[in-house]
């Protein structure tokens, strides 16, 4: 499958601390594509650089073929390119149904917002029964699924995951997965950082292990998941 976004040797980080060194990688269209690796490798400083929160020192990023690596967030949004962050995030004193207005801010997405939203609805019915209650009010795995509703309010063709399992329940983690399948179905590419390796790599197609700001190995996720080395070090196994 052609890629829908390519990173070539980037390297990036904050103020003189880098921590990103030599790291290139690719998202096949349609697919869903996990970076994993320990605490401090890197993988939050990634999703910043590939969404223009930071910009990298050196290195390139190319997002449906046309190269994004100087434009602003804000711009990458309104190209398709999403980000839910890691924490959730969301503006405690807005409503589920404000929330899912802001989330429509990019101009291609404002005209049907109502209709999206209606959709949101189904595809998460928790957050139709709290769509007048405060976003700071719901619980970690409400708030969860209300940043995934806010994301794909944007009309992304490409949503980035950081850590969306994080403080979880597992019961809530499933079913946050779950959605994950929902959304590659209707056509939205993923690409996530997760802690929980495992069910990262069963769900992704391709995968990459990031360690100390550097790619150590890649390759198709079910060929990573059988590696001992892998399973070692991430699974204890």
Same mark, same amino acid.
């Given at each position: 499958?052609?890629?829908?976004?390519?990173?070539?040797?980037?390297? #990036? !980080?904050?103020?003189?601390?880098?921590?990103?060194?030599?790291?290139?990688?690719?998202?096949? @269209? &349609? *697919? %869903? +594509?996990?970076?994993?690796?320990?605490?401090? #490798? !890197?993988?939050?400083?990634?999703?910043?650089?590939?969404?223009?929160?930071?910009?990298?020192? @050196? &290195? *390139? %990023? +190319?997002?449906?073929?046309?190269?994004?690596?100087?434009?602003?967030?804000?711009?990458?949004?309104?190209?398709?390119?999403?980000?839910?962050?890691?924490?959730?995030?969301?503006?405690?004193?807005?409503?589920?149904?404000?929330?899912?207005?802001?989330?429509?801010?990019?101009?291609?997405?404002?005209?049907?917002?109502?209709?999206?939203?209606?959709?949101?609805?189904?595809?998460?019915?928790?957050?139709?029964?709290?769509?007048?209650?405060?976003?700071?009010?719901?619980?970690?795995?409400?708030?969860?699924?209300?940043?995934?509703?806010?994301?794909?309010?944007?009309?992304?063709?490409?949503?980035?995951?950081?850590?969306?399992?994080?403080?979880?329940?597992?019961?809530?983690?499933?079913?946050?997965?779950?959605?994950?399948?929902?959304?590659?179905?209707?056509?939205?590419?993923?690409?996530?950082?997760?802690?929980?390796?495992?069910?990262?790599?069963?769900?992704?197609?391709?995968?990459?292990?990031?360690?100390?700001?550097?790619?150590?190995?890649?390759?198709?996720?079910?060929?990573?998941?059988?590696?001992?080395?892998?399973?070692?070090?991430?699974?204890?196994?």
């Amino acid at each position: 499958m052609p890629s829908i976004l390519e990173a070539h040797r980037l390297y #990036a !980080g904050y103020g003189e601390v880098r921590v990103l060194k030599d790291v290139s990688l690719h998202v096949a @269209q &349609g *697919s %869903i +594509t996990a970076v994993i690796g320990s605490n401090g #490798a !890197g993988k939050t400083t990634l999703m910043r650089t590939l969404t223009g929160l930071i910009s990298p020192e @050196q &290195g *390139s %990023i +190319t997002f449906e073929q046309a190269d994004v690596t100087r434009l602003p967030a804000h711009i990458r949004v309104e190209k398709g390119l999403a980000l839910i962050p890691e924490g959730r995030l969301v503006f405690p004193d807005f409503t589920v149904d404000e929330t899912l207005r802001v989330g429509a801010f990019p101009p291609h997405a404002r005209h049907d917002w109502k209709t999206r939203a209606d959709q949101m609805y189904a595809m998460f019915p928790r957050l139709r029964e709290r769509r007048n209650v405060r976003a700071g009010s719901l619980s970690g795995g409400e708030q969860q699924m209300l940043v995934l509703a806010r994301g794909l309010m944007s009309k992304p063709t490409l949503l980035l995951l950081d850590e969306p399992s994080l403080g979880l329940a597992p019961a809530m983690a499933d079913e946050v997965f779950e959605k994950l399948h929902d959304i590659r179905i209707q056509g939205v590419t993923i690409c996530i950082v997760e802690q929980n390796v495992y069910a990262a790599l069963q769900m992704a197609d391709y995968g990459y292990i990031l360690e100390n700001g550097q790619i150590n190995a890649e390759g198709p996720a079910a060929e990573l998941l059988a590696m001992d080395s892998i399973r070692e070090a991430y699974l204890g196994l």
